[in-house]
Structures are given as C-alpha cells and as structure tokens.
C-alpha cells in the first residue's frame, strides 16, 4: 500500500489493516506522511470564541450546549461585534493564526446574518484566517458567508453514518453533508471531523474517518476530538477511549488525509504532555489554544507554548506575519501566566 497521496476511495479492509498496524510502525509511516507534506515542528495556532451560548435545539448527546439537557451552562445571547474584534485582537497578540466562532444554532436565523457577517468583514481585517460553526447553511447562506470573508466553515460528521442515530436525532448525517456541499459550493474551505470516545466501536472510528477522506475534495482541517465527558448529558458516564487508540486515530486519520490538517482538538485537558507530543509525532499539526474551547476546559495558553518549546516545535507562521512576530509572542506568552483574559465568555 502506497502512503501519503489523496484518496477518495478507502474502503473498510484498508482502514481496519492501518488501525491494526504494530503501534510504531504506524506512528512511523504517519510521521512520514506528515514530513512530504508539512513542515516538520510547525503547528498551526487557532483560537476558539462562544459567539453565542447555550439553548441549542439540536440533542447532540455529547454537547452541554443542547437545550434537551439539564447542564450547568449559563445561557448566553449573541455577543456584540466589537466585543468579538476585540477578542479576535487579543488572540492575534498571543499568536493565533486562525480565529474561529461558534454559535449553538440549529441554523443561524436571517435575522442575525448581518451581525455575522459584520463579525467575518472586521476581523479577517486584522490578518487572521476566519472560520466559524454556526449549524446548517443553505447555499444562499453559505454565499453570504463567503462573500463577506469567511476563510473556513466547521461543520463535523461526529461520527459513523452507522452510529450516527445514536448519538443525534433532530438532524441527519444527510443534513451534514449537505451543509459541507454548500460550503464547498460558495468557494470556502472546510473543516470537518468527529468525536471519538462516545462509546462507539472502533468500526466506527474507521467508518468516520472513511467518510472524510472519501468525500470529492478532502477537508483542509480536520479535527479529532476526544470526548469531553459533562455531567447532565447523556454521555456523561460512558466508558473512558483507551489512549492509545486515541493516537491511533490521529495516525491513520494523517496517511488517509495526508494534505489535510489534523487538529488536536477537545478532550486536551485530560492528555498529559507525552501523549500530546506523541499526538504531534503521529501527524497532529493544528490546535486550539487557550484556557476554553466553546463550554470546556483546554490546556491553558502558556502551558502549550512551554510544551511547544520543550518540544524544539513553534507555532506556524501565515506570509503576513513574520517569524520575529511570533517569536516575540511566543516568549510573551510563556512568561505571561495571565492568560484568562484571552477569552471573553459572553456574561
């Protein structure tokens, strides 16, 4: 089996084989992968904001946000434009490349589209790769989005087609698909993942990972989360992914989509700094950075930057913004423990 090159036709037989490889051998031929096509000891550095909060009328089983569930989570409206510019400002003085928004919707209303694009137009202005996750998109939608900016869309599969039901019922793996068509569509990049540790088998990890490689143009981003596990949902007690099959994904998720960045997503907070530099060895090159990812905890700004330099890596610089740039910011950061206000929560 030939490595490292675009495919759109995985089948099951081919995915299962990776999974099962000797885990050094994987991680081998994954690195490998990840060297013909990426700069080596580069990560990609984008900040996530909750633009709006909670009340969501999707049931997504793992999400805090869903409003069918009895969680903690203060509801929170849509937060103003300049608050999020403001915010989008700060992420770009730690170092962030990318600034993504999301917003617990089904769908966003016509009524809040111009705010939206307001938010795309003032910060793609600053020099930042804009990406937001706001639901489904009709093609009339995904238009506006693109023709005021937007650089990327996050809309992830979760899942296996096959255990999709189990885990969402008030929208389809169909409907999912559709919105990535519509992005695709309006001329914006898409990023597009899953979940794994809700108590799936591990067809079903091959199964979602097949589904993203073998669509007509592989995403640009891919995030690989690990379950966050929150108290009210009905995930909250599911049994603990094995680690090692974490790493395992991450590694056959970069020979499947080896021009794709693979973002180490959810679920940090609970991996120490080994498994994450073994994460980056198997092909990661993109995470979220910051003390919050939308309702959960993530590793804290500086504790990142200090694993980065540890590990002799450095965040990836964009053609506009210069290699002294970030490395001024990523000395500020290490020395900078005040990193709370990196985030604005919408309260």
Not at 339 to 344: M, Q
């Amino acid at each position: 089996m030939e490595y490292g090159i675009v495919r759109h036709d995985w089948k099951h037989a081919e995915v299962k084989a990776l999974f099962e490889m000797p885990f050094n051998d994987l991680l081998f031929y994954a690195a490998s992968v990840h060297r013909k096509n990426f700069k080596q000891n580069e990560v990609q550095i984008s900040t996530l904001l909750s633009i709006k909060t909670g009340a969501c009328p999707e049931d997504c089983k793992y999400c805090p946000q869903s409003g069918h569930y009895k969680t903690d989570l203060e509801r929170e409206r849509l937060m103003e434009v300049e608050k999020v510019v403001n915010q989008a400002k700060l992420a770009k003085e730690k170092g962030a490349t990318r600034f993504c928004m999301g917003a617990a919707w089904s769908d966003p209303k016509d009524r809040d589209m111009p705010y939206i694009e307001k938010m795309v137009k003032e910060v793609s202005a600053l020099g930042l790769e804009t990406c937001m996750t706001l639901g489904k998109l009709d093609n009339e939608k995904a238009h506006a989005l693109r023709n005021a900016g937007l650089d990327y869309y996050n809309h992830n599969l979760d899942t296996s087609p096959e255990y999709y039901e189990q885990i969402i019922t008030t929208r389809t793996y169909a409907d999912r698909l559709n919105t990535i068509d519509h992005v695709r569509d309006a001329g914006m990049k898409v990023c597009s993942g899953g979940i794994v540790g809700m108590g799936e088998q591990a067809a079903d990890r091959y199964g979602l990972l097949m589904q993203l490689a073998n669509l007509p143009k592989q995403p640009e981003s891919v995030p690989i989360n690990m379950l966050v596990k929150v108290a009210g949902t009905p995930l909250e007690d599911v049994e603990d992914l094995d680690h090692f099959e974490f790493i395992r994904t991450i590694a056959v998720a970069r020979i499947m989509m080896p021009e794709s960045y693979v973002r180490l997503s959810a679920g940090r907070t609970a991996m120490n700094e080994q498994m994450q530099s073994m994460c980056f060895f198997a092909g990661a090159n993109s995470i979220f950075y910051g003390d919050k990812l939308l309702t959960t905890e993530n590793p804290e700004a500086d504790a990142d930057m200090n694993l980065l330099k540890k590990l002799g890596m450095k965040p990836e610089t964009r053609e506009d913004y210069s290699d002294e740039a970030y490395e001024a910011s990523l000395n500020s950061a290490i020395a900078d423990k005040a990193t709370s206000e990196l985030f604005y929560e919408a309260k």
